[in-house]
């Protein structure tokens, strides 16, 4: 049956019945992933914000036990009635995906999103779980994207992502400011046509950024200047300690907007500036508990946190427990 995602789960060893989710649904729908509770939780949720525009997200909690692995989820398979725009973003670990349809595999992370324009989709995503992770996307059928945005434009997104040619699949940089809206567009504190109209409103947004972004020419390129920068921000962020300097500042001292400094940072470490330094200080974090007596009130105040709390639950949110069981 056409529209209907269908779901091999391939966690667990009983293997559980296969899932099917309607892509046309007027209510928001939620599946949890069948994972081991020794390894973790998961679930899918998904939203047709309007008739051939839909909005998903997908969550992956990992415990300590499941760090280091690459799991493979499920297997996905679904075909439509016509070709199908999708984009789909990452936060905080790597997705690979196993693809049938072209056959290809293809690894994502942060700044690094995947794209597809197909008729149909066979594939086993894989995630890496060491960290948690968020994954958010947003499907449209070419139809609907010719009418949203117009056929010109729609023209130049398949064009600058090399997907002209159907099945196509691709990963291409974009910064984290033009997947924002996509990463929003599901709001947990609206519901019913409120909820539909706000991710409609992020769906526009984020084409609006997309196009923006795609139809400059130094899309997706370091200018010369911006490569020689970033790499002397990351030795000076690597050096640096206690409280992390604002982006407005670092701007100020290299003499270019923050939007354009965080955008070449970005591009050459797959990361924002703030999520570079926050995460890299973490993993400092962890290696100074195991191997030295350092109070973790000094710690945090060495690594720029306002007060031992705010550490403790970023350690938390980043390893999967907190930074005292390390020396127990």
Not at 36 to 60: D, I, R
Not at 179 to 189: A, D, H, V, W
Not at 243 to 260: F, H, N, Q, R, V
Not at 271 to 289: C, G, W
């Amino acid at each position: 049956m056409k529209n209907i995602l269908k779901i091999n789960w391939l966690l667990e060893q009983d293997k559980p019945d296969p899932s099917e989710v309607a892509l046309s649904h007027p209510q928001l729908q939620h599946i949890d992933y069948p994972i081991p509770k020794e390894l973790g939780s998961a679930y899918y949720e998904q939203l047709e914000v309007t008739a051939g525009c839909t909005v998903f997200k997908a969550e992956h909690l990992f415990t300590k036990k499941a760090s280091g692995q690459l799991f493979p989820l499920g297997h996905f398979k679904n075909e439509f009635t016509e070709e199908l725009f999708i984009t789909q973003t990452i936060q905080g670990s790597i997705c690979c995906h196993r693809e049938s349809v072209p056959k290809v595999e293809l690894i994502y992370q942060h700044g690094s999103d995947f794209f597809r324009y197909a008729k149909e989709l066979d594939l086993t995503p894989l995630v890496e779980a060491s960290s948690n992770s968020v994954m958010c996307g947003m499907s449209i059928t070419r139809g609907k994207l010719n009418k949203l945005i117009g056929k010109q434009s729609a023209n130049l997104i398949l064009k600058k992502l090399d997907l002209q040619k159907p099945p196509a699949v691709r990963v291409a940089t974009i910064p984290s400011y033009v997947s924002r809206p996509i990463r929003e567009s599901l709001s947990t504190s609206l519901t019913g046509e409120l909820q539909k109209l706000y991710a409609q409103s992020k769906v526009l947004e984020y084409f609006c950024e997309l196009i923006n972004y795609l139809d400059t020419p130094e899309a997706g390129q370091h200018t010369s200047k911006g490569k020689e920068v970033v790499h002397d921000l990351k030795k000076m962020l690597l050096e640096s300690e206690g409280k992390i300097p604002t982006l407005e500042k670092l701007a100020s001292k290299y003499g270019i907007s923050s939007k354009k400094l965080n955008d070449e940072f970005q591009l050459e470490f797959g990361q924002s500036i703030f999520t570079f330094i926050t995460q890299h200080r973490l993993d400092q974090a962890y290696e100074a508990l195991r191997s030295t007596d350092i109070p973790m009130k000094s710690l945090s105040a060495k690594l720029g946190y306002s007060h031992v709390n705010n550490f403790i639950a970023a350690f938390t949110k980043k390893f999967g427990h907190a930074p005292g069981m390390l020396r127990k």
